[in-house]
């Protein structure tokens, strides 16, 4: 930091001649030069040292906001930090794009504050606990876990589902009838069915349908990736896929009809932050700026947000800032 001082004509102050200035001067500067640097000092004080510890990101208002690696864990930790920044938070961002496993780890062992997580991840795969299909009563079982085993705290509730679906071409839907799962099943034999690996071995996938439903014996059946899948129904190559009620493709409705799960069959995945109980004791305004966001996220919402990224090649960080700045 360079000080600065305005000019002192120490001549006239002390009345002194070409002769005896020098002497003048000598018998001030001592007393002069002492104030000087105390009044350099307090300014580092009250200035240099507060500004280093907010640079080197040390701050008490720094929060870790994490997420998992896919689109929309990505943009909705993007549009937590918004909210964060905009209630006065730095935020540390180096917890994005981790694996469901390792963001689970990371805020149990304080390496990250918060994330975004869904109720039947809570329930299933962290907790180990049965299927339950009630999002309310999900949400309120893995927030009480949660809070007595990780000291973890779920925020407010969302009507935003990312859970297990089944989509079919919209042309096929209405050519044959088919609105919900009952109407698809009489159909299989005749349709083309493109599907995970997962989905057909799982207990809560194809099993869980022909339980449900009665069998589901399709004409044929492949394995393919997400949007693999999309675009064979898109080609007329498939007829019915295995979806996501939020994946960003069934944004376009001309295409693809996600069918009504008229008998529930799958547990809930409603997005929730979650957020370390030590942050929000040391920051209650981290719960009040994330759950001003709970009124704004549902199902289409995620639909559109996702579109926005896989379908149209949108860059993450400017979807989620046009969503946050259209809050206000």
């Known amino acids: 930091m360079t000080v600065f001082f305005k000019g002192i004509n120490t ?10 200035s020098e002497i003048h001067l000598n018998d001030k500067k001592g007393d002069f030069m002492k104030k000087r640097w105390f009044v350099i000092a307090v300014l580092m004080v009250l200035f240099i040292i507060p500004m ?21 864990s990505l943009i909705i930790a993007e549009i937590y930090s ?5 209630a006065g938070f730095t935020v540390d961002r180096t917890g994005h794009n981790l694996s469901s496993g390792l963001v689970h780890t990371a805020i149990v062992n304080s390496e990250i504050d918060l994330y975004p997580e869904y109720t039947g991840t809570g329930l299933l795969t962290v907790l180990g606990l049965p299927l339950m299909t009630d999002p309310l009563e999900v949400y309120e079982l893995v927030k009480r876990e949660y809070y007595e085993r990780f000291q973890v705290t779920w925020l407010d509730f969302t009507l935003a589902h990312n859970g297990q679906g089944i989509a079919i071409r919209t042309e096929l839907a209405q050519e044959l009838g088919i609105v919900t799962l009952s109407d ?3 159909h299989a034999y005749q349709l083309r069915f493109v599907s995970t690996a997962e989905f ?9 349908m022909t339980h449900a439903f009665g069998p589901f014996e399709f ?3 492949d394995i393919m990736g997400g949007g693999a899948r999309y675009e064979a129904l898109r080609t007329n190559a498939a007829d019915v896929s295995v979806a996501f009620t939020t ?27 979650i957020v370390r109980n030590a942050i929000l004791e040391e920051h209650p305004g981290v719960a009040d700026a994330l759950n001003r966001l709970a009124p704004h996220l549902d199902t289409s919402v995620l639909l559109h947000l996702n579109s926005q990224v896989i379908v149209y090649g949108r860059d993450i960080q400017d979807v989620a800032r046009e969503f946050f700045e259209s809050l206000s």
Do not use: M
């Open 184 to 186: 698809l099943q009489p």
């Open 82 to 86: 918004l909210a964060l920044e905009a």
């Open 219 to 221: 004409y044929s059946v």
């Open 200 to 208: 057909l071995d799982r207990e809560d996938g194809l099993s869980a």
């Open 11 to 20: 001549c006239r102050r002390y009345r002194c001649n070409s002769n005896d």
């Open 52 to 72: 280093t510890t907010a640079c080197t990101g040390n701050g008490d208002d720094v929060i870790r906001v994490g997420s998992k690696d896919f689109t929309e």
């Open 247 to 273: 994946d960003g493709h069934l944004y376009n409705a001309h295409y693809y009809t996600l069918l009504v799960e008229d008998i529930v069959i799958w547990p809930p995945y409603n997005l929730v932050p």
